[in-house]
């Protein structure tokens, strides 16, 4: 849904099915499938200047459609604005501020937060323990297909201690992203289960993206990425 308002052009999904991407000058962000009944709780707002948006499919095949609001003056941004050199994801309602989180899935951290939820995504209930970092550098080796490594992992301890700590440091920028963008609460520690629910909830990580572990073109993509040199 795309609609025009004194501000500039209102950017909110309505689709059930699938996300909705927001992309422009220096920043790309992610709107999640409308779960349950009502109008969808957030949305973009394109002060000045061109935004492209569509789902990914339209993302990866040319199709996304092109809005462009005509540059103005802008007053001081305040809270739940967004401006246009500093775009910020905000409640239909105005109230409040929720800065996006994107993670391109071409990357070894969408793979490294993908490992991480998976136990939640096939669970819903969240009773699921966890992956721990060794945990989800083994599963890294597994979906890249490297199956050759995972001797190599299992009793070679200098080598699962070097992979680990790669993953580790994945993690690590994970939980930064969550602190910097404010998606949970201030006096929240930041323990595995929370970082992966609001991974989750937030929609940064979707049931969705579990199909890409079936996709032999993401998979190459992601076995370049890990094993294109020794780690």
Known sequence: ???????GAWIANISRTHALYVAG???????PRLEGEGDPA????VHAGTAMVGSRAMMDDG???VVTVPGRQLRPATTGDAATASPTLAPADGDGTLLPLYLDPMTKLFLVALMWCRPWLL?????????RIPEIARAALEVTGAHHELERFDTDAEFRDRLSARVSEHVKVLRRKITERELAGADVRLSDEVAVRVLIEHGV??????????????????????WARDP
Do not use: F
């Not at 990580?205 to 890990?226: K, T």
């Open 1 to 7: 849904m795309i609609k025009t308002t004194p501000e």
């Open 25 to 31: 000058d220096g920043y790309r962000i992610r709107l």
């Open 42 to 45: 957030g949305g973009w707002l």
């Open 63 to 65: 199709l996304q459609i």
């Open 123 to 131: 669970d819903p209930s969240a009773t699921s323990p966890l992956p």
């Open 205 to 226: 990580i979707s049931a969705g993206d579990l199909r890409m572990l079936g996709d032999p073109a993401w998979c190459s993509r992601q076995e370049d990425l890990w």
